[in-house]
Structure formats: structure tokens, C-alpha cells
């Protein structure tokens, strides 16, 4: 049987792909919006995953520091090694900072590690981890800067040593590491004046003993949940495990802005199918005269159908296909991480096909209506 | 003259009205005639007198709303359609020539032809072979791979008619076939359809406005104001 569907295409072919790259372009959009909701979730974990922590000691009442400020004592993080079942600590601390480059500001989140301890920056791709106590630094590659760029904060002077890639805070923001008694001193960077002011007050102005978390490695077959009480018992901090800390990340700090952008791509995705019904309509519309000719003389309503809903189903993959190249090329031009997965643009191609196969029960409907008479004469 | 009496098209004080009440239209008031196997019938009549309504009821395509209706010897209407689906009998039986000539301006000039036998399930080679002898046989063979916009009115016209052929009808119904052709060219395509009748023993049903026409037909009948009346050829 000749396929009416390909063959009214090929007929009308620049017209079709016109069409199928307009819907293409919409449905690229909803790609986008869902790529962006992924590099929310995505970036919010990074820095998490990055540590590669079992265990989170945090200030005792707190929810850790990435919902809050956390504060301890440094020295906590010995006690802590010597727990029964726990393998090494590392001490963290967070900060946000302000660094300049070509005088143009830049906000980036800092974080400090002990250097000696099992935690490396994880993201690098260029240069190595920090090995010097004082005056290194790694940078993401997005801040701009070069490895062995060196950069001016307060009165010292950082080298960069190490970049990473796609290393940022759970709120977007770039990433850049120090060395721990690096970043306490830069916890407490003030101005001379200040300085000066805080000294004639009797402030102490180097208190640079205070870290905002511990994390933790444990023993092969530890058991965390155990650990985790024993610790809190006797020392005065609040324990969690990397999951709690993980889930707590999600639900208390991005699922806001999740859901709202979650909203978004749904309302697009509602007037995607919209528009597409409409067009598979208006094509069905476009063809009453050829209908009524199949009609006339003699096609069954079976190919008439088949005809449209291929033609619409065909609409579908050809837009979602050319939703596909439009998103991808336009993806990296996005400041903040984009992620296409498979999964999610397979959903949306079987949400497009029934969206294409409900569009044309419409135009389906009116062909059915169309009297054959109306062929003839005139 | 017919070449055997066996009946074809077979109406029984057949009617139509359209609409109700005040805005009903009687197209057709009372009809009754019959055709016969290889005869050639001209359907004549002013503009508005029923004859678009009259076979189009006969094609089945315009529901009739009183008398009865056998094709091929079948009852297919009284009351009420008899037969489940009208398509299948209009592609299996009926061939249709229009005014215009109505292809489907998607499908080349082969795939026009063809499409009808291959909704019969016809062998498609089979079906390609007699789409080449139908257009040999009307002259325009070399138009095989062409779209209808490619042709001229007189070559569609001439295509369309090998469609109306192409799944070997009982019946032809025209409906002002030649209206879009010059003297010359509507008189050749109506020799042609006159030929057809005999060599293939097809009933065929012409309307036509076309006076110079009439003597190629057996038989002529006339519409007046909803009623036929056969009318003897002078
Ligand atoms: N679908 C319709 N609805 C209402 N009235 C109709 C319809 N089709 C035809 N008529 C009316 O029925 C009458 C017969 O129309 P018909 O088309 O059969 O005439 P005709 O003999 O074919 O005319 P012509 O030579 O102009 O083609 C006319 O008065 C017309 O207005
Ligand atoms: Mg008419």
C-alpha cells in the first residue's frame, strides 16, 4: 500500500521541517529548563560527593554548614580520630569570598582542608592538590584564572597550583581551595584600620582555631548509624551520615527553587502540546479537500487515519530530534551547569508521541466529518 | 445499443430533500430508471435541476431519503443504506469522473491510479501494469512519474479517467467530465468512455450540459425540476 502520510510530506517537505524545527525550538526549550533543574540538583551535590566523607561531625543543634553556620573547635577533630571504627577526619572550613580578577569582582565559595589528611580535591584536572601550608591555592577554571596565576587577597599573595573542573557550592557558586590555617586566617581577614580598631577594643583578632566541619572516613564494615551515636554521646556535636547530609541538601535548601523551576518546564511542556495539537489540526484542516477526494472514492476511514497519525507521530520525533541539536548547541552558553540526560530526553520524546498521538485524535475527528460530497463540484 | 439486458444501476422512485421545514430543498422528487450492462446514458438537465444529486444518491455518496436503490442486481438502499460500508462498494464497483478532475495532488500520476486497486489488495506489479495500459491506452503513458501539477487540464482529465478505470468498475458515474476540455478534446474523451462501454461492458452515467454530445449516447435521460423523463434520441 502506498504510504499516504510520506508521500503528502515529501510533497509539502520544506514546509513540514519548517514546522518540525519550530516545535523543535520549543521543545529544545523544555530540554534546557530540564537540564537546568539537573545542574541544580547536580551542582547542590558536588562539593559533597567531592569529599568523599562517610561521616559529618557538626556543631552540635545544627543541621550542618551547608543549611547553616556550624562552628567547632579544632582541636575536636583528635578526639574524633580516635573513635573506635573511625579510619581519618580532615577539617573543613566554608567560607564565601570576594576575589578579583583584571579588577572585575568574582564571588566564590572557599573551602579550607587539612592537607595531610584523606580529603583531596577530587575535581582537579590541571596541576596538583596543595602541599605547602601557607600561600597556595586551587581555583576552578571558570574563575579565569591560570594555573600559577598569583592572587592577591588582604596582604598575601596565593599561588594557584591546582584547577579544577565544574567544582562549585551547593548555591552555584565557583569553588576555590585553601590550605586550613590559610583559610581560618582568611576567616578573620579584616583591613589594618579594622584591625587596629578590634586590637584598641581588646578583640582578639586571630582566633584561628575555629573550623565549621569535621568529616570522616570509617573502617571497612564500620557501622556508621553506631559510630555516629557513640560520637554524639559523648562529644557535644550533632554526627551525619554523607546520605543525611546529601538529602538534607536537597529537601531544606534547593527544593525551592527546584519546584519552581520544575513548574516552569511543566507549564511549557503543557503549551508545547498545545501548540503541537494545534498544528497537527490545522494540517489535518489543510487537507479536507484531499480527504474528501479519498473518501469519494473509496479509502476506509482506516487509511485516513493512519495517514494523519503517522504524519503527526512523524511531526513529533522530527521536532523532538531538532529539539535535541538546538539544546545542545546552546547549552554551553549557559553560566551555570546545564545536564541533558539520556533518560530525561527519552521521557520527553514519549511524552511528545502521545502528546503527537492525542493532537491528531483531534484532526482525526474532523476528517472523520468531512463529507465525501464536498469533493465534488466546483 | 445495450449488449445484454442485464441491470446495473436500478432506481426505484428514488428522492431526495435536503434540509427540514421551511428551508427543505426537494432536489429529487421522484426517479425511477434503470441501466443496463455496456449502455452509455446521458443525464441532461438545466443548471439545478438534481442531476449532481442523482448520482451522487446512485454512487452512493448522498443519502437518499425515499425509494429504493440495487446496483449490480444488489439492493443497496430502501429506507435505510443495506450494505455496511459504502466505501468498499464505490472502490470495488464505481468509477468517478469529475467536473474537475480532482487527483490528489501528493501522489504522482502512477500512485493516483494504483491507489484504489491496492486498497482492493490487488498485486501492486498487477497494479502498476494496468495504470501503464490505462494511460497507453488514453495517450498520455509518458506522464507516468508525473504530479498532477505537472499536467495540463485536458491530461488530468485523461488521468482521472484512467483512475476511475483502474480497479475495473461495473459503473462509471460522470459528472460533467468534459466541462474543462475544448470541443475537440471533450469530444475525444467521450468517444473514449463510449468505447470502453462496449469493449468492457461498463454502464456508464454522464451528466453533461453538452448538447453536441448527445449523439454518442444510447440513451439520454432528462431532469426537470426534481423528475426524469427518458427521452428519445432524434
Ligand atoms: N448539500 C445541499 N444542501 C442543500 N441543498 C442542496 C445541496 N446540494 C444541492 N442542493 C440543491 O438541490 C438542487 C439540485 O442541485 P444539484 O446540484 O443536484 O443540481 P445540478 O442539476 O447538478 O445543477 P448544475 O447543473 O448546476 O450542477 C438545487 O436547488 C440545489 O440548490
Ligand atoms: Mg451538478
Known amino acids: 500500500m502506498i504510504s499516504l502520510a510520506q508521500r503528502d510530506i515529501a510533497h509539502s517537505l520544506g514546509k513540514f521541517l519548517t514546522t518540525s524545527a519550530g516545535i523543535g525550538m520549543l521543545l529544545g526549550v523544555v530540554l534546557i529548563m530540564i537540564g537546568v533543574y539537573r545542574g541544580l540538583v547536580d551542582d547542590a551535590n558536588i562539593l559533597l560527593k567531592d569529599t568523599q566523607a562517610k561521616l559529618w561531625i557538626v556543631q552540635q543543634d545544627t543541621l550542618g554548614p551547608f543549611a547553616e553556620n556550624s562552628r567547632l573547635h579544632e582541636d575536636v577533630k583528635y578526639q574524633i580520630k580516635a573513635f573506635e571504627g573511625i579510619k581519618d577526619v580532615s577539617a573543613l572550613t566554608f567560607q564565601n569570598l570576594q576575589l578579583y580578577r583584571n579588577n572585575q569582582p568574582i564571588r566564590v565559595f572557599a573551602m579550607g ?35 600559577h596565576d598569583e592572587i592577591v587577597i588582604g596582604r598575601d599573595v596565593f ?20 590550605s586550613l590555617p590559610d583559610a581560618q586566617k582568611l576567616q578573620f581577614l579584616s583591613s589594618n584600620e579594622q584591625i587596629r580598631n578590634d586590637r584598641a577594643r581588646g578583640i582578639k583578632t586571630t582566633d584561628t582555631t575555629t573550623i565549621n566541619a569535621i568529616i570522616a572516613t570509617v573502617e571497612a564494615g564500620a557501622d556508621l548509624k553506631t559510630i555516629g551515636q557513640e560520637i554524639e554521646r559523648w562529644k557535644h556535636v550533632k554526627v551525619f551520615t554523607q546520605e543525611e547530609q ?32 494545534l498544528i497537527i489540526y490545522t494540517m489535518t484542516m ?91 463540484g466546483g | 445499443m445495450p449488449s445484454s439486458h442485464q441491470s446495473v444501476i436500478k432506481v426505484e422512485q428514488l428522492a431526495k430533500t435536503y434540509g427540514k421545514g421551511e428551508n427543505a430543498v426537494m432536489a429529487i422528487k421522484e426517479c425511477s430508471f434503470e441501466i443496463f450492462k455496456g449502455e452509455t446514458v446521458a443525464l441532461l438537465g438545466p443548471s439545478g435541476s438534481g442531476k449532481t444529486t442523482l448520482i451522487t444518491m446512485i454512487g452512493c455518496i448522498t443519502e437518499p431519503t425515499q425509494g429504493k436503490l440495487y446496483l449490480d442486481g444488489e439492493l443497496i438502499f430502501d429506507q435505510h443504506w443495506r450494505i455496511n460500508d459504502t466505501r468498499k462498494l464505490r472502490r470495488q464497483k464505481i468509477g468517478f469522473i469529475f467536473q474537475s478532475h480532482n487527483l490528489i495532488p501528493f501522489l504522482n500520476v502512477e500512485e493516483n491510479i494504483t491507489l484504489v486497486p491496492l486498497m ?29 501539477s505537472q499536467l495540463s487540464g485536458g491530461q488530468s482529465q485523461r488521468v482521472a479517467i484512467a483512475r476511475s478505470l483502474a480497479n475495473n468498475p461495473k459503473i462509471i458515474l460522470a459528472d460533467e467530465p468534459t466541462a474543462a476540455l475544448d470541443a475537440e478534446r471533450a469530444l475525444s474523451v467521450m468517444r473514449l468512455l463510449k468505447k470502453l462501454a462496449t469493449e468492457q461492458d461498463v454502464a456508464i452515467l454522464v ?22 423523463s427518458e427521452e428519445a434520441k432524434s
Open chain 1, 113 to 147: 582542608y587539612d592537607i595531610h589528611s584523606f580529603y583531596t580535591p577530587h575535581l582537579l584536572i590541571e596541576g596538583r592538590p596543595i602541599l605547602a601550608n601557607h600561600f597556595e591555592m586551587i581555583v576552578d577554571q571558570k574563575t579565569g584564572f591560570k594555573l
Open chain 1, 159 to 178: 599561588n594557584v597550583v591546582g584547577i579544577t573542573k565544574d567544582a562549585v557550592s551547593s548555591s552555584g557558586d565557583l569553588m576555590v581551595y585553601f
Open chain 1, 246 to 277: 546529601s538529602s538534607l541538601l536537597t529537601k531544606n535548601l534547593i527544593e525551592r527553587s527546584a519546584k519552581q523551576i520544575g513548574m516552569f518546564t511543566v507549564i511549557l511542556l503543557l503549551v508545547a502540546s498545545v501548540i503541537i495539537s
Open chain 1, 286 to 376: 489543510g487537507k479536507i479537500k484531499e480527504i474528501a477526494i479519498l473518501k469519494l472514492i473509496g479509502a476506509s476511514n482506516g487509511e485516513i487515519i493512519k495517514m494523519i497519525v503517522q504524519q503527526s507521530v512523524l511531526l513529533g520525533i522530527l521536532s523532538f530530534i531538532a529539539g535535541m541539536l538546538f539544546s545542545h548547541s546552546l547549552m554551553d552558553l549557559f553560566p551555570k551547569r546545564t545536564i541533558l540526560i539520556s533518560t530525561d530526553a527519552f521521557s520527553l520524546l514519549v511524552i511528545v508521541i502521545i502528546v503527537s498521538i492525542l493532537g491528531s485524535l483531534v484532526g482525526v475527528r474532523s476528517a472523520l466529518k468531512i463529507d465525501p460530497a464536498s469533493a465534488i
Open chain 2, 120 to 148: 482492493n489488495n490487488t498485486n501492486p506489479k498487477e497494479a502498476t501494469l494496468k495504470a501503464k495500459e490505462l494511460l497507453e491506452y488514453l495517450g498520455v503513458e509518458n506522464k507516468l512519474a508525473a504530479m498532477p
Open chain 2, 207 to 228: 451528466v453533461t450540459h453538452d448538447e453536441r454530445m448527445i449523439p454518442l449516447f444510447d440513451r439520454i435521460i432528462r431532469v426537470n425540476d426534481g423528475y426524469v
